[in-house]
T-cell receptor
């Protein structure tokens, strides 16, 4: 079975500041890892994913995450945030099959001007 | 871009009534899921469905719940005898392998 821990329930940052949202997982098998974003009153949108290959994955809007197998982490980073990044961010893990995704508790990112 | 479609977007029902939440997954996907999110809480897995049968279900998914793929395109979640604590956002998702799950916009269920 897999589990995900997002250590920070809320992260407030100033606009144009860097941000890191932490995600740690546990699993007894090899995993796929995902970050989903949920804007207010909307559904879950994929931000980025790690399936295989390069451990550093990037999104089109400047976010990146690095899969660290030894530390069982998949932290999300952005060097300079924008007001529009205000949202809830969920880290998720699944086994390497079409198994269910297991979500973390979510991190609410609040951007202050 | 293909998307998962859920209807209705919002459903209000009286306690004890039955509701059916509907989803149209992405057409070439083979794996389907229902999740729920109680307001302000995490996204919880309910059930996964593959090859016309349940492949996994959580402890939340008790006899009150059932899923069906009645016509090869729709994927439904039925909740019998709704309770106040069933109030939540319900998300449908579909997945091809190996890839991510694509989620619908959700149905907000309010039980009064």
């Amino acid at each position: 079975a897999q589990s995900v821990t997002q250590l920070d329930s809320q992260v407030p940052v100033f606009e144009e500041a860097p941000v890191e949202l932490r995600c740690n997982y546990s699993s007894s098998v090899s995993v796929y890892l995902f970050w989903y974003v949920q804007y207010p009153n909307q559904g879950l949108q994929l931000l980025l994913k790690y399936l295989s290959g390069s451990t550093l994955v990037e999104s089109i809007n400047g976010f990146e995450a690095e899969f660290n197998k030894s530390q069982t982490s998949f932290h999300l980073r952005k060097p300079s945030v924008h007001i529009s990044d205000t949202a809830e961010y969920f880290c998720a893990v699944s086994g390497q099959g079409a198994q269910k995704l297991v979500f973390g508790q979510g991190t609410r990112l609040t951007i202050n001007p | 871009e293909p998307e998962v479609t859920q209807t209705p977007s919002h459903q209000v029902t009286q306690m004890g009534q039955e509701v059916i939440l509907r989803c149209v997954p992405i057409s070439n996907h083979l794996y389907f899921y229902w999740y729920r999110q109680i307001l302000g809480q995490k996204v919880e897995f309910l059930v996964s469905f593959y090859n016309n049968e349940i492949s996994e279900k959580s402890e939340i998914f008790d006899d009150q719940f059932s899923v069906e793929r009645p016509d090869g395109s729709n994927f439904t979640l039925k909740i019998r005898s709704t309770k106040l604590e069933d109030s939540a956002m319900y998300f449908c998702a579909s997945r091809d392998f190996p890839s991510e799950a694509f989620f619908g916009q959700g149905t907000r269920l309010t039980v009064v």
